[in-house]
């Protein structure tokens, strides 16, 4: 879940598989929910800090108004933390994700 958005009941969020990553825009106190990434990746295989590079699946992503088209997207980690690029009407903003759970 984003531990940076400005508004308690508007947020991202992400499932992350071996290979696949998923990112939600999620609103109304979560009563809503709206693809904004989904992609594959190849796992980083060293422990550690990485920054890798998700593949769109355009198929999943092509119909989601509120997806990004970019072709890639790269994500970082950092102990337990993974960020990435957002822009949305111009502005751009960096996300971070905390593991929940």
């Known amino acids: 879940m984003q531990t940076n958005s400005n508004a308690e009941d508007s947020y991202q969020t992400a499932t992350i598989t071996a290979d696949?990553?998923?990112?939600?825009?999620?609103?109304?106190?979560?009563?809503?929910?709206?693809?904004?990434?989904?992609?594959?990746?190849?796992?980083?295989?060293?422990?550690?800090?990485?920054?890798?590079?998700?593949?769109?699946?355009?198929?999943?992503t092509s119909t989601a108004i509120l997806a990004s088209p970019s072709p890639t997207k790269t994500f970082t980690l950092e102990g337990d933390e993974i960020s990435y690029e957002v822009t949305a009407l111009e502005t751009t903003m960096t996300v971070r994700l905390g593991r929940d759970g």
Not at 24 to 52: F, I, M, N, Q
């Open 20 to 60: 696949s990553i998923e990112v939600y825009w999620v609103s109304d106190g979560g009563d809503t929910k709206s693809l904004y990434w989904a992609g594959t990746y190849v796992p980083p295989t060293e422990p550690g800090d990485h920054a890798w590079d998700s593949a769109n699946d355009v198929e999943k």
